[in-house]
Each structure stands twice: as C-alpha cells, then as structure tokens.
C-alpha cells in the first residue's frame, strides 16, 4: 500500500496514520514530524525550517522535496508507505510523482480527511505532542493516563508552538490557498478516496480501510 494522508491541520491525520501504519504494516513518514526531529535536534535542516513552521507556513519546496527524496531511499518503504503531511501544494505533488515514476512505485490512493475549522479549533487548542516519540493525546479527547506524560513511552508531553491560536488560522489559510488544489490534482488521477474526520478514532480508522478497499 503507497498512501498519501491529505486534509487540513488537526484533521487526524497523525492519528489515523499510526493505526493505518500498523494495519498495512508500511512506515509512517510525517514531514512534520520529521522537522520537529530536526528542530529538537538543533540540525541546519531544523534551523532552516524553524522560522517557517514557527509562523505557520510552508518550508520552501527546494528543502522538503530534498528530504523527503532522502526518506524515500531507505528500504522499509520496498513494501509500502504512508505519507502523512506531504505532498502540500502542487509542485511537491509533481515531484513526488516523478520520485515514484522513476522508482516504479506508482502511488495506490490519497485518503482525503474532512474536517470543519470550529472541530480543528477544538482539537488543536488541546492537543498535547511527546517531545521524545511524538505521539499525540487530547487534553478532552484521548487523555493520557497521567497528565503531562506520555503513555507509550514517558516522554513530556508539550503544547506545539503552532498551535497557538493565531498559527491555527494562519495554516488553515495556507491549507486552502496552498494544499486543497492537490484534491483537485489527485481527484483527475482518480486516486482520491474521501472520508468525514468527525467521530471516534478507531470509528475513522474502520472507514478508511474500507474506503481504501
Ligand atoms: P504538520 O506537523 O504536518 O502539521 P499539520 O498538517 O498542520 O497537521 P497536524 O499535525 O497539526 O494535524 P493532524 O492532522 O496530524 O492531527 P492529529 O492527528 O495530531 O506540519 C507542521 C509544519 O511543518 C507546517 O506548518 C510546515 O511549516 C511544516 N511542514 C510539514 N510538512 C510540510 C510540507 N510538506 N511542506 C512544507 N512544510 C511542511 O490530531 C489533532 C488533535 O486532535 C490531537 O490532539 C488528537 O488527539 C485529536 N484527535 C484526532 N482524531 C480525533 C478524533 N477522531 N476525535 C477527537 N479528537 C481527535
Ligand atoms: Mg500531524
Ligand atoms: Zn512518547
């Protein structure tokens, strides 16, 4: 399975991904997730990619497109992957495609998560990130068993500085000027699947694999 995860900030998408992951047995590959490594890291990639997530907008393509190519080469992904946070605006897209088409790994869907701002709102306000595996709980939502500490490995659990409120609208307009045009690109190619992200979680994760059937 070669899936793409698309839909706005705090749809669920890293979520749905840890269990989609498990379910198909690919690697989970968050370019988020891969920049907050960096950052923690204090590494050049992570200091380059620190003022543009700080405000809540894109790394320019010239650095993603390069670190995701890099993540692409490892061999875990010979059976699959889900990418989770990438493509996020039409050239990425493009040279995702050319990435796959010259290693003869055409994609096989794009699961599109829908969301409405007031839920985004709610969840990103009360998310709470692991600094060490990041892994993700809801202070309402999916508590963690003991507060400011994460259940699958004791890391501390911190509030991204991107969600805070004014980042949150800052992203949702990025995601509509910038990323809903790639729905549109994978809707022509007839990849796109798509599926409400309100509900239980493992409700979501039932439906996507059905979907993606
Ligand atoms: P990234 O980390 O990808 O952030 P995002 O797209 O804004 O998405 P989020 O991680 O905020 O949300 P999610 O959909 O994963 O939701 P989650 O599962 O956590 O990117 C961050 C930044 O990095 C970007 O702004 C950019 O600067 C940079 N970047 C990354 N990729 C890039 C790229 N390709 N190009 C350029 N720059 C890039 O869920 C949210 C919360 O809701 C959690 O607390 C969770 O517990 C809760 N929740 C989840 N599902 C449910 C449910 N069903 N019911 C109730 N609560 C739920
Ligand atoms: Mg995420
Ligand atoms: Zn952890």
Do not use: W
Not at 109 to 136: F, P, Y
């Amino acid at each position: 399975m070669r899936l793409i995860l698309v839909g706005p900030p705090g749809a669920g998408k890293g979520t749905q991904a840890v269990h989609l992951a498990a379910h198909y047995k690919i690697p989970h590959i968050s370019t988020g997730d891969i920049f907050r490594a960096n950052l923690k890291n204090g590494t050049e990639l992570g200091k380059k990619a620190q003022g543009f997530m700080d405000r809540g907008e894109l790394v320019p393509d010239s650095v993603t497109n390069e670190m995701v190519k890099d993540r692409l080469e490892n061999s875990d992904v010979a059976n699959g992957f889900l990418l989770d946070g990438f493509p996020r605006n039409t050239n990425q897209a493009q040279v995702l495609d050319s990435i796959l088409a010259d290693k003869k790994m055409p994609l096989d869907a794009v699961l599109e998560l829908s969301i409405d701002n007031s839920e985004i709102i709610k969840r990103l306000s009360g998310r709470r990130t692991c600094q060490n595996c990041a892994a993700t709980f809801h202070n309402d939502f999916e508590k963690p068993k003991q507060a400011g500490v994460c259940d699958k490995c004791g890391g501390q659990l911190y509030h991204r500085e991107d969600d805070k409120e004014e980042v949150i609208s800052r992203r949702l307009e990025i995601y509509a000027e910038q990323t809903k045009p790639i729905i549109t690109y994978y809707k022509k190619t007839g990849l796109l699947k798509n599926i409400s992200a309100i509900g239980d979680v493992s409700d979501i994760t039932i439906k996507a694999i059905s979907a993606l059937k």
